[in-house]
T-cell receptor
Framework: GESVGLHLPTLSVQEGDNSIINCAYS??????FIWYKQESGKGPQFIID?????DKRQGQRVTVLLNKTVKHLSLQIAATQPGDSAVYFC??????????????FGKGTSLLVTP | KAGVTQTPRYLIKTRGQQVTLSCSPI?????VSWYQQTPGQGLQFLFE???????NKGNFPGRFSGRQFSNSRSEMNVSTLELGDSALYLC????????????FGPGTRLTVL
């Protein structure tokens, strides 16, 4: 079936480096995507979102890129800090005319920032 | 604004029992969604409520149910608990149903023995 997936389950980067977390989606009807960060013992925290009419969106130290041609989404974190260590999830917002909206989450990538 | 709150934070039950979890959304938010998070399956959508109506439902058995009250607070119930129901149950609220950022609560950790 259609699903959201992540290319790498774990990513280790050095403090100060840039991080790139990738996500593939297969539902061509997906038109809204969100990245969440989840720290241990907490619920997911919104990082950044992007609609399908855009291919890039920037936030504070984060950039999301959307390539609809290959159904690929990435999260770039600039100057990664120890506080960025967490699990990152991409999610696609799928609309069904019968049942409304639902978020479909990927499995998550664990980002570990080493000093 | 206060964030999404969930009670209780931790719960231990035995097989066959039932459980009710509670979620209070951010003030003014009318949409509440529930998710189950397990190490094996990740985050899976359970259902969404908007203005007291279930708008969307995930692929879970009928043992999982929910409701929303007029003040937008929501409860979910799991009957006849199974070991596999052990998970972190997350609630998220948003201003409207659809293209909106969802704000998550800290979750309720349910352990079924």
């Amino acid at each position: 079936g259609e699903s959201v997936g992540l290319h790498l389950p774990t990513l280790s980067v050095q403090e100060g480096d840039n991080s790139i977390i990738n996500c593939a989606y297969s539902n061509s009807a997906s038109d809204y995507f969100i990245w969440y960060k989840q720290e241990s013992g907490k619920g997911p925290q919104f990082i950044i979102d992007i609609r399908s009419n855009m291919d890039k969106r920037q936030g504070q130290r984060v950039t999301v890129l959307l390539n609809k041609t290959v159904k690929h989404l990435s999260l770039q974190i600039a100057a990664t800090q120890p506080g960025d260590s967490a699990v990152y999830f991409c999610a696609e917002n799928i609309f069904n005319s019968n049942s409304g909206y639902a978020l479909n989450f990927g499995k998550g990538t664990s980002l570990l920032v080493t000093p | 604004k206060a964030g999404v709150t969930q009670t209780p934070r931790y719960l231990i039950k035995t097989r066959g029992q039932q459980v009710t979890l509670s979620c209070s959304p951010i003030s003014g938010h009318r949409s509440v969604s529930w998710y189950q998070q397990t190490p094996g399956q990740g985050l899976q959508f359970l259902f969404e409520y908007f203005s007291e109506t279930q708008r969307n439902k995930g692929n879970f058995p009928g043992r999982f149910s929910g409701r929303q009250f007029s003040n937008s607070r929501s409860e979910m119930n799991v009957s006849t608990l199974e070991l596999g129901d052990s998970a972190l149950y997350l609630c998220a609220s948003s201003g409207t149903s659809g293209y909106n950022e969802q704000f998550f609560g800290p979750g309720t950790r349910l352990t079924v023995l």
